[in-house]
């Protein structure tokens, strides 16, 4: 028989308390990929503490590119567009970054519309990282997030002379479709694990 009581050695674990309302952070979802020319980037879930790195990551693109993501000039994120891009659930909103030594060069996020299985997908690259395949690598993986969260559909709007964000969806071997309107064509395509993708991980 037991000298000590029956819990004594036991430790008592105490959680760690959670903000109401707070996101776990899914990493799971953290990677690494190989992109073109042997390199590798790291993927991972936006965190809150990634404000500084977004507004620099922003600062550094072309106004070409800022046009493309955003369709206005805008050179600076906002401080309330910092917090909402930083500030996640993982769930109807994602953000994945991708990173090279431990600095921003991609951002691909997806977000719901609100009671819907469908999610809006917008993706911006770094201009020197552009055409390496980091966009295909991101869609693939934001999918693969959406489609375990319940999202059956991805939307996008793009503007027409964007071939490169076209030919992303195109060559991502999803059943995509598009619709042209004015300068700007809407995508729309299903995910899930139906249906494959040409992304090479690691
Ligand atoms: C559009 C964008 C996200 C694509 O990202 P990326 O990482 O360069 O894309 P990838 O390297 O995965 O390229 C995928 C395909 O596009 C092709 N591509 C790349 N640049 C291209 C260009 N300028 N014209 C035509 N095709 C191009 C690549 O050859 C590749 O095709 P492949 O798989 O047959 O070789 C990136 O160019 C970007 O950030 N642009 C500015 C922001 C933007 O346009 N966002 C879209 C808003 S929805």
Redesign the pocket.
């Known amino acids: 028989m037991s000298e000590s009581g029956p819990d004594d050695d036991v430790p008592i674990v105490v959680p760690a308390p959670v903000a109401p309302g707070a996101a776990t952070y899914p990493s799971d979802l953290e990677r690494d990929v190989a992109i073109s020319r042997g390199d590798e980037v790291h993927l991972r879930p936006i965190r809150p503490t990634d404000g500084v790195g977004l507004v620099e990551f922003h600062r550094g693109l072309s106004d070409r590119?800022v046009y493309?993501?955003f369709f206005f000039v805008h050179p600076t994120l906002s401080t309330p567009e910092v917090e909402h891009f930083t500030h996640v659930d993982y769930t109807d909103r994602l953000a994945l970054v991708a990173e090279d030594d431990g600095r921003i060069v991609?951002v691909g996020r997806y977000e719901r519309s609100p009671g819907t299985t469908e999610a809006e997908v917008?993706?911006?690259?770094t201009d020197g990282?552009?055409?390496?395949?980091?966009?295909?690598v991101l869609l693939a993986q934001l999918a693969e997030a959406a489609s375990a969260r319940g999202i059956t559909e991805f939307t996008?709007?793009?503007l027409a002379e964007?071939?490169?964000?076209l030919?992303?969806f195109r060559?991502s071997g999803f059943p995509v479709t598009t619709v042209m309107e004015y300068d700007t064509v809407n995508v729309r395509f299903p995910i899930g694990p139906g249906f494959t993708t040409g992304a090479d991980l690691l």
């Open positions: 590119s493309r993501r991609a917008a993706f911006v690259v990282y552009q055409g390496r395949g980091i966009a295909t996008a709007q793009t964007n071939h490169a964000m030919a992303v060559g």
